[in-house]
């Protein structure tokens, strides 16, 4: 069983950064953060492989938000910056136990993960 909890939304002017956490209990195969914009469907951010040797980042946020582990791997976090408006979302922690394949295709799908955090608000003001 697995168990995930976002903290560290809020709101901040366009060009600001803020700093996502998941605390993760149990053990993942990989965790990610996914977001879902008003009116939008939810769309993978970030995912990071067990153990952090991996990551993946979708373009639209690639170069701007890093996507980190603990030493524990206890905590992921998404350290988001240059933020802007159109980065506004409830974003979502979550975490998959099964052996998929690091595959993009897979890492983008919202099935693909099996346990899910509550969300956190994310707001970029212009």
């Known amino acids: 069983q697995v168990h995930l909890v976002e903290s560290g939304g809020g709101l901040v002017q366009a060009g600001g950064s803020l700093r996502l956490s998941c605390a993760v209990s149990?053990?993942?195969?990989?965790t990610a953060w996914f977001r879902q914009a008003p009116g939008k469907e939810r769309e993978v951010v970030a995912t990071?492989?067990?153990?952090?040797?991996?990551?993946y980042y979708t373009e639209a946020v690639r170069g701007r938000f890093t996507i980190s582990e603990d030493d524990a791997g206890n905590t992921v976090h998404l350290q988001m910056n240059s933020l802007e408006p159109q980065d506004t979302a409830v974003y979502y922690c979550?975490?998959?136990?099964?052996?998929?394949?690091?595959?993009?295709?897979?890492?983008?799908?919202?099935?693909?993960?099996?346990?899910w955090g509550q969300g956190t608000h994310v707001t970029v003001s212009s």
């Open positions: 149990g053990r993942t195969k990989f």
């Open positions: 990071i492989g067990e153990s952090g040797r991996a990551t």
């Open positions: 979550a975490a998959s136990t099964n052996p998929v394949p690091w595959i993009s295709n897979l890492l983008r799908r919202a099935g693909t993960y099996n346990y």
